[in-house]
């Protein structure tokens, strides 16, 4: 007791929630750390979000409380994993991952994350209820940006990048905003040679779904696991204009070397604290995988508007995006599969990345 009366508060508070976990002095071990965005209702038992299928499968069974982010842990203590429901938005996981990271309950110096949450993807490149796994993070949000009315006729965008005077003005700044982040090579191609065969589920109504993309020979195609990169932006853009600036800006930032697949709001905010934690020695950013699947497409077929397919006819939410569940159910199939490697060639993987 005598240490405990020494300690400031916030120093008790936490020697307490060490304690009250049985980790005195040995923090909770965890191997893979997996990350959602966003849950709806309950953890369990009602209409599932990207945390609830990793939660009742897995299972993460145990709650472990956690104020300073938006939602309880959950946690396997068989398999040592953990996982986290962030938040939507960039702000939000960044915040959440930093908390966590340096959260002292926790012993996240091997530990491997997972991004596995949903996401729009470029009829361009794949279809709906599909399995992407990312090469490269592009962040949509830092930028300068006019108003397409009042840009000048020869740009074709007015969203420029910060400290240029142009759109994709060459040469392509000094990466001080991190604005790409470059994941890990090795393992995002070792996580898709793992998972490429997995037959992920077709529907009827997928194909109704996919059928009116009839310009689009890769949004035709049924489900599948596959590779692509992705951008993260706070708005929830939608459209052919959008669509292709989303194209552009990936490929200007990664000069050249990635290829816009998926769009969601937070891995970049995730990415960044992971940056910031390796460096300061609680975390490793190159075990950062990011996995998403896809919801819905980033714009529309033929003969229809970016309003009219975005809003699906005025139709709740809920409604619109037909391969919601298909999506979930990919992104539990494909990065279960990963996760469970991970934990059962530990002996191997704790010490050694796969796939470098």
Request: aromatic share 12%; with cysteine.
């Amino acid at each position: 007791m005598y240490l405990t009366r020494k300690l400031p508060l916030i120093g008790w508070l936490l020697f307490a929630s060490l304690r009250i976990y049985g980790q005195t002095t040995t923090p909770i071990p965890v191997k893979v750390v997996v990350v959602t965005m966003f849950e709806i209702g309950a953890d369990t038992g009602d209409r599932p979000g990207e945390f609830q299928y990793w939660i009742e499968r897995l299972p993460l069974s145990q709650t472990i409380p956690f104020s300073q982010g938006y939602r309880n842990l959950r946690y396997n203590p068989d398999k040592q994993v953990l996982g986290i429901c962030t938040g939507m938005g960039t702000a939000r996981s960044a915040a959440s991952i930093m908390a966590l990271g340096m959260d002292p309950r926790f012993d996240l110096s091997h530990a491997y994350w997972l991004v596995a949450g949903i996401a729009g993807i470029d009829p361009q490149d794949g279809s709906a209820g599909s399995a992407v796994w990312a090469e490269w993070l592009v962040d949509g949000d830092l930028a300068h940006e006019i108003d397409p009315r009042e840009m000048p006729k020869e740009w074709s965008t007015g969203y420029l990048p910060l400290r240029r005077a142009k759109p994709y003005e060459q040469p392509v700044q000094d990466n001080d905003f991190t604005v790409a982040i470059h994941l890990n090579p090795g393992l995002a191609n070792w996580a898709f040679d793992l998972t490429k065969n997995i037959k992920l589920a077709d529907s009827e109504t997928l194909q109704k779904m996919r059928a009116v993309y009839r310009d689009f020979p890769e949004a035709r195609k049924p489900p599948r696991v596959m590779m692509g990169d992705h951008i993260a932006a706070m708005t929830f853009w939608h459209g052919k204009y959008l669509n292709d600036w989303a194209n552009d800006w990936v490929k200007y930032w990664t000069k050249g070397k990635g290829n816009f697949v998926t769009s969601a709001m937070e891995d970049t905010g995730t990415g960044q604290s992971l940056q910031w934690l390796t460096n300061a020695g609680k975390a490793d950013i190159n075990r950062y995988l990011v996995l998403r699947t896809a919801s819905n497409y980033t714009m529309q077929p033929s003969g229809v508007t970016a309003a009219q397919n975005l809003t699906n006819g005025g139709k709740e939410v809920g409604e619109r995006y037909t391969a919601y569940i298909p999506a979930l159910e990919a992104a539990y199939q494909a990065g279960s599969a990963v996760v469970n490697k991970l934990v059962a060639d530990w002996s191997v993987y704790k010490d050694k990345l796969p796939g470098n």
